[in-house]
T-cell receptor, first 113, second 116 residues
Framework: DAGVTQSPTHLIKTRGQQVTLRCSPI?????VSWYQQVLGQGPQFIFQ???????GRGNFPDRFSARQFPNYSSELNVNALLLGDSALYLC????????????FGPGTRLTVL | GIQVEQSPPDLILQEGANSTLRCNFS?????LQWFHQNPWGQLINLFY???GTKQNGRLSATTVATERYSLLYISSSQTTDSGVYFC??????????????????FGKGTKLTVNP
């Protein structure tokens, strides 16, 4: 079975632009979570979606939004990009909502100039 | 929120050596995972281990939930073991009113370098 996939792998944007990142979970997984990892730190939780509903939100501004589609894939949108948004964005999927192994995708590396 | 501390922050070994990485956490957990992040950023699952002991080849892990710590053991290390090792936990205390989300909280990681 294919693992978690993310696209694009790399992205370069300028300040003020908007970006959309995409994630496809492992087949059969209904939970998708997004994390941001800045250089030298551990990943930080942004959102979790389960059965197409938002189930959790981390401490990120409203410029960050996400959604989950009927096929359980997900998009993360970031508006009005800032230099500080430069990071590796990771998507994780799991079978159930809580207390389950999370599997991570390869990430999208976003650079904001 | 729950705090996760990993030690040591950096570890340099010669190939063939053994090592122990530690993860302390400040609250009861219902999920604890160990990951290896390779140089390309991919987080690779090593163990899902909220309690007990597991082994997978040269790697093993033990979580003592009552004392709020977990250990990752690497035996006969190889250069391919280099990278950053993360411990991540989900607190039992995440209330249903918060949506009960599976929010993993990561430590800052242990950077392992294995020299030939």
């Amino acid at each position: 079975d294919a693992g978690v996939t993310q696209s694009p792998t790399h992205l370069i944007k300028t300040r003020g632009q908007q970006v959309t990142l995409r994630c496809s979970p492992i087949s059969g997984h209904k939970s998708v979570s997004w994390y941001q990892q800045v250089l030298g730190q551990g990943p930080q939780f942004i959102f979790q979606y389960y059965e197409k509903e938002e189930r959790g939100r981390g401490n990120f501004p409203d410029r960050f939004s996400a959604r989950q589609f009927p096929n359980y894939s997900s998009e993360l949108n970031v508006n009005a990009l800032l230099l500080g948004d430069s990071a590796l964005y990771l998507c994780a999927s799991s079978l159930i909502r809580r207390a389950d192994t999370q599997y991570f995708g390869p990430g999208t590396r976003l650079t904001v100039l | 929120g729950i705090q996760v501390e990993q030690s040591p922050p950096d570890l340099i070994l010669q190939e063939g050596a053994n090592s122990t990485l530690r993860c302390n956490f400040s609250d009861s957990v219902n999920n604890l995972q160990w990951f290896h992040q390779n140089p390309w950023g991919q987080l690779i699952n090593l163990f899902y281990i909220p309690s007990g002991t597991k082994q997978n080849g040269r790697l093993s892990a033990t979580t003592v939930a009552t004392e709020r710590y977990s250990l990752l053991y690497i035996s006969s290390s190889q250069t391919t073991d280099s990278g950053v090792y993360f411990c991540a936990v989900e607190s039992v205390g995440v209330a249903e009113t918060q949506g009960g989300s599976e929010k993993l909280v990561f430590g800052k990681g242990t950077k392992l370098t294995v020299n030939p």
